[in-house]
């Protein structure tokens, strides 16, 4: 409903209690109903699963059409990112979260920091899911209650002009409310453990789960060594318990995106079962590196594939583990986005090694040879060296072209010494157009930063320590800090405001009238900010 008609709705409820409620304020009511929007995390989850599906669908239009998330450890970093895209950019279309198991592990665990191997609580994802929505609808609230105030300014003031323009800003208010990519891992258990947990994110508000087909108990981050995967029928029961959950929720939009860590995983721990030759079982099990053996030479305890009419032995390592020929990786990768999308996952995921647009789109075009409107989620990982990787590849191409490179050591690229040279200039343009370049040739619709926040926040507080601590002292937060804020107009230089003060305030108005206690009279020092963002 509009502004209006819920400040009508609110007055006939009111009405309709024979003087009892005549107290209380249809506006007042109806500016709590708006700054309310999202009464449950399911709504949340059906908003926001409508809106992924739109921008897939203009992504299939035009490439360009490509979304954009970073990866929030905490609900106010969350918050103040998407107060940021609206004040920069007058809008959140196709800017999303991602919720990132890494962070989580690292940050939010009650075990304290972790590695990215699924052992930190899995309450601890569909509880940050939460917080960060709290904060979004914080954002919501507050923004509102600013419009209200100016709204009742204008109308004291008797600026019929601006009371307009007000109402009309209400009405057209756009929810800090965007969708989240919520990360859950290998599942954190069997399927079932997946379809109960993929329940609990969902209820928070998650519209779109990633999903990784490594094995739950030897999970590791993808951009580490000692991955290993599951075969195909182990994670399509996973990926059917995602979209259950959904069902059963009534998120019948829900996203599933399916995580491919096949390029980087050489090992797998199950021989998977295969009924007849060229099966799925059988063509995950064809990459297997293993011997012919004659049967007489069988050993006790030798598992034996019987392929074509030969005996083969699958090479076993001490750990039990079973080894993949080595560069089979790009293979498997694409029979595992296949075999995901035309088994229910809508977006896939190829964690690579590097960001290098023609090895990602060389196998996008072998996938879109069999699911042609193919897309991927990709992670613009901070595990890349990108300024090195990017650099090697413009040598590497000057190179094949025949330019001189000879003022280049391709082994030291990274040196500050090439900061300012033509080579560098080049490698800095192609990260920049890197998302637009990967979307258009590469099939990528969402391009995601997996831990920004966790650097940015090392980096700001190395800043800020190195200058507090030393002779600037209390220059060192001013200029580097408050200063900084108020120039570039960022919020939360009046943090009183951004916690919830003003509306708190409004709220005892509310409910006490003339007789409110508020916190944000004369001598409140926030005033000093009056001026400021």
Known sequence: MTYQEEIKAAGQLIGSQNGTWDSISPESVARMRLQNRFQT??????????????????????????????????????????????????????????????????????????????????????????????????????????????????????????????????????????????????????????????????????????????????????????????????????????????LELGVPDGIIVARTDSLGAGLTKQIAVSKEAGDLGDLYNSFLDCEEIDPATAQNGDVILNRN????????????????????????????????????????????????????????????????????????SPSFNWTLNFRQQVFDLWSAEGKDVSAYDRANLMSAAYDETDLGAEADNRIRTFQRDAAKRAGIFHHLITLPTYHTAALSTDNLAKDYFGEMGMLGYVAGVQRKEIRQGIACVKHQNMSGSDIGDDHKEYFAGEAALKAGGKDNTMNQFANAA
């Not at 998330?69 to 196709?94: D, E, N, P, R």
């Not at 990132?100 to 075990?111: K, T, V």
């Not at 060594?225 to 318990?241: C, N, S």
């Not at 995901?340 to 995921?349: K, M």
């Open 41 to 246: 995390g399911l709504d949340i989850a059906r908003y926001t699963a409508k809106i992924m599906r739109e921008d897939m669908a203009a992504y299939d239009a035009d490439p360009a059409n490509y979304t954009q998330s970073l990866g929030c450890w905490h609900g106010f970093i969350a918050q103040q990112k998407m107060i940021s895209v609206k004040k920069h950019f007058g809008t959140t279309k196709k800017r999303y979260l991602y919720l990132s198991g890494w962070m989580i592990a690292a940050l939010r665990s009650e075990f304290g920091p972790l590695p990215d191997q699924s052992m930190h609580e899995k309450t601890s994802v569909p509880a940050l899911i939460e917080e960060l929505y709290t904060f979004l609808r914080q954002a919501d609230a507050r923004e509102l209650n600013l419009l209200y105030r100016d709204l009742d300014k204008a109308r004291d003031t008797g600026n019929a002009t601006a009371e307009a323009d007000l109402i009309n800003a209400i009405e057209n208010f756009e929810t800090h409310v965007v969708p989240i990519i919520a990360d859950i891992d290998a599942g954190f258990g069997n399927a079932e453990a997946t379809y109960l947990l993929a329940k609990k994110m969902i209820e928070a508000g998650a519209c779109a789960l990633q999903i990784e087909n490594q094995v739950s108990d030897e999970k590791q981050c993808g951009h580490q060594d000692g991955k290993v995967t599951v075969p195909h029928e182990d994670f399509l029961q996973k990926i059917r318990a995602c979209r259950y959950a959904f």
């Open 309 to 380: 009419g030969k005996l083969l032995r699958p090479k076993r390592l001490p750990s039990n583990l079973f080894q993949f020929r080595s560069g089979t990786g790009e293979d498997r990768c694409v029979l595992d986005c296949i075999t995901s999308l035309q088994n229910g996952a809508d977006l896939i995921w190829i964690e690579t090694e590097k960001p290098h647009i023609e090895q990602i789109a060389g196998m996008v075009d072998r996938i879109r040879e069999v699911v042609p409107n193919a897309k991927l989620a990709y992670n613009n």
